[in-house]
């Protein structure tokens, strides 16, 4: 009987500590705890792929000079008239520098073109780093479910082998038969074997981590930490708002139009002409004379034979500013969609979380409770008591899950509106 009493005691307090306040962190050392913020920005220094597009970003900008700059001048050699091919049997030299001067306005164009593609160039690497941080924290989140079932999972074992000293005794007294002994090995087995599957999860899971950190196969990690506040104040107004301002996959699409318009101006100026000048030095060994010439040419960009080049640029520049239109509308739709289905799945999750916590499991705690004090009195028998342990088991991993959903919709959150724990977001 006090065999069974010390059972009692130590379920109870179990119960009210794992499931009666619901917990979503296990206490574990301060200097265990795997900070979320900190890994933010471990991720934004050192991830390959943002730092593949922060390269590609510095490469664009390093464009711009060379795009607005005038073309390099030319200087030519020439010995004319060599009876053979012995330059200084050459009757005249001629050293000439020639330089090509675009229509006003083109060089001009030319550099803002390269301006945003470098601004293009800028919106990708936000954007990327927006897709690392976001599957970061995803899988951040799911580091703390699998942490957590591993955790709940060692206290049923510890648990159930109590369950199987208290069966001992009672079927040492002849209480029950060898049966019921069985059953609690065998449910004892089942949670070695969980046991070994979770930590291969757990392990997959910091792999993942590690590699979105750059950081070593021998590196370790510790414990996810969620708090135990659930807050998401941003009405869906505010969040369309702030992702028609804040998502870089929009602004870059939105770019893209500035970016037609200033081709079809660059179109437009193709009628308009370029200019040579070039600047002749005349020697003649032969005969002593020296002399300077000064030549000019103009291309003839409105030829009937060419003209038809610069009217098809200006049509391609007219279609692809329709086209980031749409694209830019298309890439709105999305994002406006994606952000009501994201903002009706949070509210859902938060009323479910919240009779979970203040109905479903305090209810399943307390039959349990009552199953404990039957069987503790005879009133029962194992198999009631075994479900009742189990479907509050059962109970406290769906919410488990039920938390790790939600946290995982608010990192896609703050990815589809481009902010940081737009749950926070003051409006």
């Known amino acids: 009987m006090k065999t069974l009493l010390h059972f009692l005691i130590i379920l109870n307090l179990f119960a009210q500590t794992s499931f009666g306040q619901i917990s979503d962190s296990l206490t574990v050392p301060e200097s265990n705890i795997l900070d979320l913020d900190f890994l933010i920005v471990e991720a934004m220094q050192n991830n390959p792929d943002i730092r593949a597009a922060s390269f590609e970003w510095d490469m664009f900008r390093a464009k711009i000079p060379q795009s607005n700059s005038p073309a390099s001048p030319e200087l030519s050699v020439m010995q004319e008239d060599m009876p053979g091919f012995d330059p200084g049997d050459a009757m005249f030299t001629r050293v000439e520098l020639m330089q090509m001067f675009h229509y006003p306005g083109k060089l001009q164009l030319m550099g803002e073109l390269a301006h945003i593609q470098s601004e293009h160039s800028h919106h990708d690497h936000l954007e990327k780093i927006n897709d690392v941080i976001g599957t970061l924290k995803k899988m951040y989140a799911e580091l703390w479910y699998v942490q957590q079932l591993h955790t709940l999972n060692r206290e049923n074992a510890r648990l159930m082998k109590q369950m199987l000293s208290i069966a001992q005794t009672k079927f040492g007294t002849g209480e029950i038969a060898q049966q019921e002994i069985n059953k609690i090995r065998i449910e004892i087995n089942m949670l070695d074997n969980q046991l070994i599957e979770l930590r291969q999860k757990e392990l997959s899971a910091k792999s993942m981590l590690m590699s979105i950190l750059n950081r070593t196969k021998n590196d370790t990690l510790g414990f996810a930490v969620i708090s135990e506040e659930i807050i998401f104040i941003p009405s869906l107004d505010k969040l369309h708002a ?12 939105s770019l893209g139009i500035h970016e037609g318009q200033t081709m079809l101006a660059m179109a437009k100026k193709q009628y308009y002409p370029d200019f040579n000048v070039g600047l002749e030095y005349l020697h003649s060994p032969m005969t002593g004379e020296n002399g300077w010439s000064i030549s000019a040419g103009i291309t003839l960009p409105f030829a009937p034979w060419s003209i038809g080049k610069a009217d098809a640029q200006v049509q391609e520049a007219s279609i692809a500013i329709d086209k980031s239109k749409a694209m830019l509308n298309a890439t709105q739709n999305m994002v406006r969609s994606t952000v009501d289905d994201l903002y009706y799945k949070i509210q859902s999750s938060q009323l479910q979380m919240k009779n979970f916590s203040s109905g479903i ?28 342990y189990r479907l509050l088991v059962d109970l406290t991993k769906e919410y488990y899950m039920l938390r790790m959903n ?6 896609e959150l703050d990815k589809e509106t481009g902010v940081q724990n737009v749950a926070r977001f003051e409006n």
């Open 242 to 253: 702030l992702a028609l301002i804040n998502r870089p996959m929009l602004k870059h699409d």
């Open 361 to 388: 499991l305090p209810q399943a705690r307390s039959s349990l409770e009552n199953n404990l004090v039957a069987y503790q009195n005879g009133r029962t028998n194992y198999l009631m008591l075994i479900d009742s």
């Open 406 to 411: 939600f946290e995982q919709t608010l990192s």
